[in-house]
């Protein structure tokens, strides 16, 4: 019999950063320590996350073949932009460069970076910046109606943990944001603000010259994102492929992660020069860009059983990861 052993160094400095700022801090400030604290982090100390060790799956774990179909697609927005000289993709979140091996194996002349959140934009980009489950994995803000007005939910110390603390708002963005809202009808409705997936989209469209953003991610469009079936929003915690809302227990051992709002990038990156051209699920996308792929492997493995048959299945299956995955494409230039 094992016990778990919490990440106590993740613990400790949450808790003097609440220290530090009179007693609590944002949601927001709590996830972004508990996921991205340089030593104690979840992304970042080190430990298995992903597959079936890990906390859960990603397209990228499925198989290569979501990297060589990914390929696929830079090759022709490459093509579309007339094979311009210094064209680059630039993963958002990349972290162990699994996905880069898989599309440079399809791929190998792409010129292919990985950005992390903390590392700076190059200036003058000409290519595409793709991310796949990254606007997820953003720190946000929760808040919630209480009495006819929206707070914010801060977080505190309490025992050995954390807990709630209702209170202003701390940005005038977030009312920007929720503004339209009917908080009439909606008492004790909880839900995310994702400030810094607006703020990540603002510098793609500054960085980027002329090219596309390529996201892929779970979320909805904002009619359904504030869908009354939410009332508790989409915050949600993975541990051991089990679902769960401690939102404070295991810091930097668990992952914390909320749906995308997309109606949000897409004003964030209209206001930065990026115009929508495609949103859609990934089971059609991926059947759209790798029709001949899929055609060929099937005729290929007819009769025998096959991992890449399997992968298709997963990836594009809509009780998988067909329909829940969204992909939006913005163009710049």
């Known amino acids: 019999m094992t016990t778990e052993r919490p990440n106590i160094q993740a613990l400790c400095e949450t808790r003097k950063i609440i220290r530090a700022h009179g007693g609590r801090v944002t949601f927001a400030e ?21 597959g079936p060790r890990g906390d859960y799956f990603t397209s990228p ?18 093509a579309e932009l007339g094979h311009p000289p ?9 972290h162990r460069g699994q996905l880069r091996q898989d599309v440079l194996g ?8 990985l950005v992390e959140v903390g590392d ?3 200036s003058g980009l000409v290519g595409c910046v793709f991310s796949n489950e990254f606007w997820d994995a953003l720190p946000v803000h929760r808040v919630k109606v209480v009495q006819g007005y929206w707070q914010e939910i801060y977080v505190r110390e309490e025992g050995e943990g954390f807990a709630d603390e209702l209170g202003p708002l701390s940005d005038p963005r977030l009312e920007e944001y929720l503004r339209e809202l009917p908080v009439a009808w909606m008492e004790g409705y909880e839900t995310t603000v994702n400030l810094q997936a607006q703020e990540w989209m603002g510098r793609l469209g500054r960085s980027l010259e002329r090219g596309f953003v390529l996201s892929i991610d779970y979320g909805f469009e904002r009619a359904e994102y504030f869908s009354p079936q939410r009332p508790r929003g ?4 993975y541990y051991r492929h089990t679902l ?19 109606t949000a990038l897409i004003e964030a990156g209209r206001s930065a ?55 939006l494409i913005q163009k710049k230039g």
Do not use: W
């Not at 774990?61 to 490459?78: D, I, N």
């Not at 210094?86 to 990349?94: D, Q, R, S, T, Y």
């Not at 989409?234 to 915690?237: A, D, G, I, K």
């Not at 055609?295 to 290929?300: A, D, K, L, Q, T």
């Open 30 to 50: 709590f996830m972004g320590l508990v996921l991205y604290h340089p030593e104690a982090g979840y992304y970042t100390r080190g430990n298995t996350v992903i």
């Open 61 to 78: 774990g499925a198989a290569p073949l979501f990297g060589r179909l990914l390929a696929r697609q830079f090759l022709r927005f490459r």
């Open 86 to 94: 210094g064209f680059a993709v630039i993963e958002l979140g990349g």
């Open 106 to 113: 399809e791929a190998p002349d792409l010129d292919y970076h």
């Open 120 to 122: 700076s934009l190059p």
């Open 234 to 237: 989409t915050l949600r915690c």
């Open 244 to 262: 769960n809302d401690q939102y404070y227990a295991r810091p930097g051992e668990q992952d914390l992660t909320a749906h995308v709002d997309f």
């Open 273 to 327: 020069g990026l115009k929508p051209v495609l949103f859609t699920d990934q089971g059609r996308y991926l059947v759209g860009i790798g029709q001949e792929l899929f055609r060929e492997i099937s005729e290929r493995t007819a009769g025998q059983f096959s991992r890449e048959r399997q992968a298709i299945h997963q990836l594009i299956h809509p009780g998988l990861m067909g329909s829940a995955f969204k992909v």
